[in-house]
Structures are given as C-alpha cells and as structure tokens.
C-alpha cells in the first residue's frame, strides 16, 4: 500500500483489505477542507466526483485511485474582429476587388482614408456594386486598417497588398445554430443582458445550473427573473462576456450555463460536464461545451481526470471546445531531456504555487532549495517542512496510476530564488516541468523553450491538452491598446502555445481575440475583452453551426473540418505549429451544407464586429485583478 500523495491516494490492498481501502479514502477525504468532494478512478477505468458522506461503502471499495481537486482560473479576455488586416506606414494606395452586393465596411488607425470605385456609402458602411475598391491612406507613421465584410468572403487574393486574415466568415455561412444547445461552464451569466434577448423578447438562456447551490433554473423561470429584475448571476463578468460572443456567432444557438462557485476547482467542472451531457441526451439535441478556463498541474498529456472525463463523455453531437491559455509570454514550462548525472531547475517566485515535474524513462530524486535549506524526496516518498517563514509540502510519486510516469510535485509559499535540483537514480528521465502560480507568482529562469517569436513552447493549459476537444489560441485583432495595435493579424503574445507533454500540436485554431466587444454583467453596456478566453467562444459559435448542419458530428469530425479550412497568410506559415496550429478558424459556406446566403445579422456594425476604440487600460487591469482572484489557492501544511 502507497502513502498519501498530493495529487491523491492510490489503493493496491488485497481483496480483504476493502475496509483498509476505504479508511484510507476517507483518511484524505477529511485532510480536504477546502472542498467536498474527491476526483476518482474506478477498477473499471470510468472517473468521477464523489462525496464521500454521501457514497456507499461498496462504492468506495471499487475505487483505486483518489485526487484532491485542484483549483483552475478563468482565463485573461483578449479581442475578436472579422476580415482582415492591412497595415503600414506612410501614404499608401491599395484596392480590394469587391462583388456586387457586397457590404464593406472599414476601421482605422493612425491614418486618413479616402476611397473611390465600386462602392458607395461611408466607411463604417459601403455598398459595392462588383469591380475594384481603391484606398487612399493619409498617413505619415504607422496605421492598421480593418476591411470586413458581409456577403462576400475577403480573401488575400482579393487585396493588392500584404494582408492578414482576422475573421471567421461566420456571418456569410447562412447558419445561426438553430437547435443547437451552447453549454457554457463559467462564472454564470447575467441573464437581463440584451445580448441574450431573442427577437421575440424571450431569454437565449434554456437553463441555468448553479453548481454550488444544486439549483437548476428552466426557461419559465428564468423569464420570471428577468421580469423581477433579479437577473445578475455573475459576480466575476467573465461568463456574460463568454457567452455573449457565442451570441455574435451563433445568434438562434440555445444557451445551457453553468454557474461555478467561485472559488472553483476542476472537479466542479467535472460535475458541469455531467450536467451538460445528461442535458443534451434528455432533449435530444446536438451540443458544443465552452470552456474558457484552465490550470498548468498534471501530466499534460490526455491522461489528467479532467481530461479522461472529457473522452469518457466525447461522442456524436457532444464537442468541447477549450482555451489554450494565456501563458504564452511566460516561463512556466521547462524540459530537461536525457537525465544522467543532475540537474537544477531555478525559478523565482513571489508568492504560493505549485511547482509539477513529471519524468519518464528513469526515476530521479528531487531536492527542493531555499538558499541552504533543502528539502529531498525519492520515488515513494512525501515530504514537508518549514523554512524560516515558509512552507514546502513535497511529494514524488512512482509510477503515477494516470500513466506510469513519475511526478515530482512542490506546493510552496516560499518567495525569492528556490531551486529544485533532480538527480537520476535510474535511466535517464526526460523531465518536463510546470509551474502555476496565484497571480502569475512564479516563473523558471532556465530550460524554458523560446518559440522565437517573443513567447515560449509547451504553455498550453489543461484541460486544452485533451485530444478530445478543440483547444484554442488567439490572434491580435483590433486597436484597444498598443499592442494589439502593433502586432494586428499575428499571434497574441499571451496566447499559450504548444505542443502537448506527449508532443501533439496545440492549439487546432486560432481565432480573433485582442480585442472582442463583450457584453457587461451588471449592466446594458459592452467593453472591449481581451484573452483565449473569448477567441474560444469564437470557435465554440462555429461549431454550433456545424452542429446546425449536422448534428451527429463529433470532436474528430469537428476538427477535420475546423483544420482543413483554416486560413493560412504570412503570419501564420507553414502548418501545423504549435503558435497558430492548423490556422486562423474560418468556414466557407461551402463547409456547412445548405450555407451560402447572409446570416442576416453581424454586419458591419453587429455585436462582436471589432471596434475596440474605447478600450480602457485600466479596465482591463482592474477586470484582470477581478478574475484572478479565483485562481489556484493552494494550501500549504506547515510543520509544527
């Protein structure tokens, strides 16, 4: 039998020591007092979530394997825009073949535009009557253009100078996903937001679970809220501004929302995605999952319990669309290869985070380093100490019960220069390290991998590393702040890039997401967002309107379709890669049968067409403090 770890227990008793198994399940249970519940693996292979005072002893003795849930974090709002990008500098001249009934319309900065040829009207709103569209720029330093349109799809062959794709053609596919149901696990959703009305004035919402009440509101119930005025269930923001861009995409989609408690954990997320399946299977109807959210703790390899619960649900009209991450700019993934003699693995660290180093192919001792104070664990053993004024719960385990690995597992609140040194006491262990951290508190200082573009390797998220769900990354796609405006068309720095631990391209897509217009919670207003968490919902409104088409398709077919039509530009290069994976997410009508005609909404000035121009720096701060503070809070045991 094993001693407890922290990611959980696993149980190899003898079939007569069911009752040892049992206490030992409930020894962790009751050490767990921040939650109610544990993540399970059963004999037969299935996960779930248990409460142990409320499940049958019979129950836990097919239990093998047990982990303490692990908080997540909503993830960072980036930008969403349509079309295409132009960029330059100084006076310029360039033309767009246009059709006719073609609608344009174009967003500028830092540049005078004047146009003459095929089409009339003003800028935010020209009508073209087929032929060439000429541009004058007046200009004398840089400027950025945005040319969407609505009728007719912008290809590069159709500009005469460098551009870079932006937009989904969404709105030109004739699909608005009708009975399709929209699963969003989130912060909740405001539900008297108008971004949510449907013409005839009822509510786009069907359902709305509250995860930590187990309180389910139906339509009827939910337009007796809106009536009251008692309508605002997210205190965060962060699941109004997800659902609403689902809304832009897919504007007759039915929403399913799942409101998590605040201070949430994986193994609530677990419990929405068996909400949702069970959902989709009494109404009978197709679903795509939202999931705007993520951690870096695990193996990052398909083989976590979140993601074995995503393929153990995964099936025909059942497709779950996850954010990459938004750790693209930061050092939080490292890889030692071939281990022989030792190793140190140097991070810096401002405050509590977990530090999981997960090896193969050799066994190694790990020793964990405040200045002169060390603390060591070899395979099998568990660890805690205090340093001065910190703590240090350390835990290796030998071989994993989720895939044979090793895992090397730090949880501390100790601040400055740490060091983890590993050395082999078996093989050569290729090791990967991750790091996550309350408030982006640590970052490694060697064997990060530089992508070469101002980002970093390996810092997709879990729950995205599932090959079970289309992960997601983003693109800088309108002018809220100087950055976007720079790197207009190309990959956002935050957006987390692959590959997987077991070296799968992530993300599949990537779509616009610096800057997205998205609805506020608690008001009748929008701001501009910005994060993979709202390029996701981008992706997620596509696949409603595939599942409009075909409501038997599952994630594999979803992904053939989402990869082979991908826009390719000079931006995103020779695919796949682990930046922009297969492209930046695009259908043509001709991808959803019996498309073809306008969307009749989302034309050039509807929800979610790009704007930005009143982003507000310090907004975007303050909102960012906001969702932070339902990241990861571990808890750190300290010797008495």
Known sequence: MRSQNSQGLLITSAPSGGLLKILLFLLLFVSISFSQKLKVLYEDG???VVDATKTSLNALQRVVYTEKPIRVKYLDQLVYSSSVAIRGSGPFNFSINTSPGQNLSVLSAGASVSFSGACSGGLDNLFCSGGPLNFNVSSSSDWRLIVQSVGKNIFLSDVSTTAYYLGTGAVNTGRTGRNVLVGV???????????????????????????????????????????????????????????????????????????LPDQMTDADVMQAFDYLRNKKDQLGRPMVVNVSLGYNVGPHDGTSLIERKIAQLSGPGFVVVVANGNDGGRRVYGRIGALSGSASVDIYSQGEGVIDLWYSGGTLRGEFCVGSSCLSASPGESKTASFGGCSVDMKNVYPSPLNGDGNLRIETNCTGDLTVRLYSIGGTPRVDVYIFSLFDAMELKNHFLDDGFGGY?????????????????????????????????????????????????????????????????????YRDSAGTSFSTPVVAGLVALLLESNPNLDVDAVRNILTSNALRDSAVGNVPNNLYGWGKAFLP?????????????????GGGGGGCNSASPDLYTALLALVLTAVLRKRIRRVL
């Open 185 to 259: 696990v989130d912060s909740g959703i405001d539900l008297c937001h108008p971004a949510f009305k449907k013409p005839d004035g009822s509510s786009k919402v069907l359902f709305l679970y509250d995860l930590a009440t187990n309180r389910e509101y139906n339509r009827q119930q939910i337009q007796s809220l809106i009536a009251s005025g008692n309508c605002n269930f997210d205190s965060l923001g962060h699941g109004t501004s997800v659902a609403g861009v689902i809304s832009y995409i897919a504007r007759d989609a039915d929403l399913v929302v799942v409101k």
């Open 589 to 605: 009508p001709e991808a959803v049968p019996g498309g073809g005609s306008p969307g009749g909404s989302g034309g050039s000035s």
């Open 46 to 48: 299935r996960v779930g």
């Open 457 to 525: 390797l390996g810092t997709v998220l879990v729950p995205a590393t599932s090959p079970k769900v289309i992960s997601v990354g983003a693109i800088s796609s309108s002018f809220c702040s100087q950055r976007s405006y720079q790197n207009l068309g190309f990959i956002a720095p935050f957006s987390s890039r692959g590959p997987t631990r077991d070296g799968r391209i992530k993300p599949e897509v990537v779509a616009a997401g610096h800057c997205v217009r998205t609805p506020m919670a608690g008001f009748q207003s």
